[in-house]
């Protein structure tokens, strides 16, 4: 069982590059979840999907976008990194239960 | 914004005690407040959840007390062990898509 997968684990980006993350699940939830993870501020949501063909802005949206494939995979863009956006970067996945699925994350540094 | 504070930021505890690490919420439209462990290297993992309508769950080791009118919740591990030791999360959730919001986060290291 893969659950959430997280392409890549680790990137180096330089402040003004474009990159994006990208997300699957096997599970056939409807709902998939990006947030990222900060020192000392727990996990902030960037950006949801409650469906596919529908995406929301979550607490901090700034700086990304994302793309509903289809109903596995759920990717998010930076258009042009900067630094404030080096982090820890996880998607999620939840079905008809209350319970979200993180996958392993994705270590993301802008230089 | 911060609208489920966590304390303590860590917390260290000997083997064979009780661990406790509580939240507080802002928001009354909260329906739904799990808890999650993450190690190192891994996404957070649903460890209990609690809905509104009781004030404990119990699951194993792991239990939660709720307490609506102040609007905080608490998890309780007894007898620790040292692979309980990770970070724990608390999060409060509400809307049909139950997007969660979490607080900071609890270190929790167990001594042997």
């Known amino acids: 069982n893969a659950g959430v997968t997280q392409t890549p684990k680790f990137q180096v980006l330089k402040t003004g590059q474009s990159m994006t993350l990208q997300c699957a699940q096997d599970?056939?939830?409807?709902?998939m979840y990006w947030y990222r993870q900060d020192p000392g501020m727990g996990l902030r949501l960037i950006y949801y999907?409650?469906?596919?063909?529908?995406?929301d802005k979550g607490e901090v949206p700034n700086g990304y976008n994302v793309s509903r494939l289809n109903k596995r995979e759920f990717s998010l863009r930076l258009e042009s990194a900067a630094p404030s956006q080096t982090s820890v970067y996880f998607c999620?996945?939840?079905?008809?239960?209350?319970?979200?699925?993180f996958g392993q994350g994705t270590r993301l540094t802008v230089v | 914004q911060q609208q489920v504070k966590q304390s303590p930021q860590s917390l260290i505890v000997q083997k064979g005690g009780i661990s406790i690490i509580n939240c507080a919420y802002e928001?009354?439209?909260?329906?739904?407040f799990p808890w999650y462990q993450q190690v190192p290297g891994k996404g957070p993992a649903l460890l209990i959840a609690?809905?509104?309508?009781?004030s404990e769950k119990k699951e194993g080791r792991f239990t939660i007390s709720f307490n609506k009118s102040a609007k905080q919740f608490s998890l309780h591990i007894m007898d620790s062990q040292p692979g309980d030791s990770a970070t724990y999360f608390c999060?409060?959730?509400?809307?049909?898509?139950?997007?969660?919001?979490f607080g900071s986060g609890t270190q929790l290291t167990v001594l042997p």
């Open positions: 599970m056939n939830h409807n709902s």
């Open positions: 999060a409060a959730g509400t809307g049909s898509a139950r997007q969660l919001t």
């Open positions: 999620a996945s939840k079905g008809d239960s209350a319970e979200a699925f």
């Open positions: 928001n009354t439209a909260f329906d739904y």
């Open positions: 999907s409650a469906s596919e063909g529908t995406t």
């Open positions: 609690i809905r509104p309508d009781v």
